[in-house]
């Protein structure tokens, strides 16, 4: 049963706009929010995170949003770079459970 | 440091034969997970340890699989005898005090298992 769940798979946008990243997750224990992001063989690195007591956090070009009423939280990248283009995992956590559990990730691909 | 290692980082078998793919945490987290990725599920997390122990094997699909952490700078996941479902990339990440602080979890960068 996925927990948190990626849709539209892949996204491409053009150099220099904005990427909007979604999520959605079903545990409502969920309180810790997670984004990574995946280079072709590489494995995943953390890129930002947020607690469920915000509603927003940002980190330079990063933004992550969090709905918790709707159980979404979102990733904006502006101004998106080539450099961008990678695969973006959604990762949950719950208070005292020390496991993420992932989404199954979205292609971002920018175009120069 | 160096990161998360892992070996190999590429494994082509045959189906039947036993494979053991390596991790070495980053000094110092006390936390080791092993996660599966595939086109179909993603990344799923297999098995995770605490101060070297066992914590949660609830991922590992079925008893050809098994893992070990012998101390705190080595860890093991075992198939065997492999089949070619199995083929998918394996992770290993290490994190301190768990998910719940910081940045999460440090990942490897995979071994990538082919059964044929």
């Known amino acids: 049963d996925q927990q948190v769940k990626q849709n539209s798979p892949s996204l491409s946008v053009q150099e220099g706009r904005i990427s909007i990243l979604n999520c959605d997750y079903t545990?409502?224990?969920?309180?810790?929010f997670l984004w990574y992001k995946k280079y072709p063989a590489e494995g995943p690195t953390f890129l930002i995170s947020?607690?469920?007591?915000?509603d927003k956090n940002e980190d330079g070009r990063f933004t992550v949003f969090l709905n918790k009423s709707a159980k979404h939280l979102s990733l904006h990248i502006v101004p998106s770079q080539p450099g961008d283009s990678a695969v973006y995992f959604c990762?949950?956590?719950?208070?005292?459970?020390?496991?993420?559990?992932f989404g199954k990730g979205n292609q971002v691909v920018v175009i120069p | 440091d160096a990161g998360v290692i892992q070996s190999p980082r590429h494994e082509v078998t045959e189906m039947g034969q036993e494979v053991t793919l390596r991790c070495k945490p980053i000094?110092?987290?006390?936390?080791l997970f092993w996660y599966r990725q595939t086109m179909m599920r993603g990344l799923e997390l297999l098995i995770y340890?605490?101060?070297?122990?066992?914590?949660?094997d609830s991922g590992m699909p079925e008893d050809r699989f098994s893992a070990k952490m012998p101390n705190a700078s080595f860890s093991t996941l075992k198939i065997q005898p492999s089949e070619p479902r199995d083929s998918a990339v394996y992770f290993c990440?290490?994190?301190?005090?768990?998910?719940?602080?910081?940045?999460?979890?440090?990942f490897g960068s995979g071994t990538r298992l082919t059964v044929v």
């Open positions: 340890f605490n101060n070297n122990v066992p914590i949660d």
């Open positions: 990440a290490s994190s301190l005090r768990g998910s719940g602080t910081g940045g999460g979890y440090t």
């Open positions: 000094s110092g987290h006390d936390y």
């Open positions: 545990n409502s224990m969920f309180d810790y």
């Open positions: 947020i607690s469920s007591i915000k």
């Open positions: 990762a949950a956590s719950a208070r005292g459970n020390n496991r993420l559990a």
